[in-house]
Antibody, heavy 124, light 107 residues
Framework: QVQLQESGPGLVKPSETLSLTCTVSGGSITGYYWSWIRQPPGKGLECIGYIYYSGSTNYNPSLRSRVTISVDTSKNQFSLKLTSVTAADTAVYYC??????????????????WGQGTLVTVSS | DIQMTQSPSSLSASVGDRVTITCRASQSISTYLNWYQQKPGKAPKLLIYAASSLQSGVPSRFSGSGSGTDFTLTISSLQPEDFATYYCQQSFSTPWTFGQGTKVEIK
């Protein structure tokens, strides 16, 4: 059973950089895409971006200028850095696995494994 | 970005009721549509992928349908553990986007 666990500071000051790591256990990070998703308190879900185990990335254009997602296959981890944070970046941050599945002859991505989420508050 | 709009935003229902939630995409997404259930303080859980395929381990009272721009999640007989918020999500094009959620509450 694949498990994901987020780790990192729960409080970040405005204008600083938010850094989180997701550790994957129960399976290899190799061969899959890995993603970061966030949810502001009481609001909906937003995809931040994803990374392939080889290092190729895809970022949400709304955050692209501030986001970096990286992977460390030797540690079975991937990470998120978000620069110049403001209060609007306060959210629960989830790591998740976008699995490529096959249905009705089509390839489709869906999030099959999620971390428990970690609340990051941006405040001085 | 593809906008996903769910309706209603919330609903009240009783145990045993049939519940239907609708999700509309701002452009055609074929069947690249997934449904998730989220309970308070927990991560979302995958219910349905590719509009109508039931994820392994999910009870058969959950079903999905639709294609193009209009999709439906149906719970055939609502159970106490089904009170939660439900999200649709498109994976037709990046950035993958979610609906705003539908909260199912106890009547």
């Amino acid at each position: 059973q694949v498990q994901l666990q987020e780790s990192g500071p729960g409080l970040v000051k405005p204008s600083e950089t938010l850094s989180l790591t997701c550790t994957v256990s129960g399976g290899s990070i190799t061969g899959y895409y890995w993603s970061w998703i966030r949810q502001p308190p009481g609001k909906g879900l937003e995809c931040i971006g994803y990374i392939y185990y080889s290092g190729s990335t895809n970022y949400n254009p709304s955050l692209r200028s501030r986001v970096t997602i990286s992977v460390d296959t030797s540690k079975n981890q991937f990470s998120l850095k978000l620069t110049s944070v403001t209060a609007a970046d306060t959210a629960v941050y989830y790591c998740a696995r976008p699995r490529l599945g096959l249905a009705a002859g089509k390839d489709i991505y869906y999030f099959d494994y999620w971390g428990q989420g970690t609340l990051v508050t941006v405040s001085s | 970005d593809i906008q996903m709009t769910q309706s209603p935003s919330s609903l009240s229902a009783s145990v045993g009721d049939r519940v239907t939630i609708t999700c509309r995409a701002s452009q055609s997404i074929s069947t690249y549509l997934n449904w998730y259930q989220q309970k308070p303080g927990k991560a979302p859980k995958l219910l349905i992928y590719a509009a109508s395929s039931l994820q392994s381990g999910v009870p058969s009272r959950f079903s999905g349908s639709g294609s193009g721009t209009d999709f439906t999640l149906t719970i055939s007989s609502l159970q106490p553990e089904d009170f939660a918020t439900y999200y649709c999500q498109q994976s037709f094009s990046t950035p993958w986007t979610f609906g705003q959620g539908t909260k199912v509450e106890i009547k």
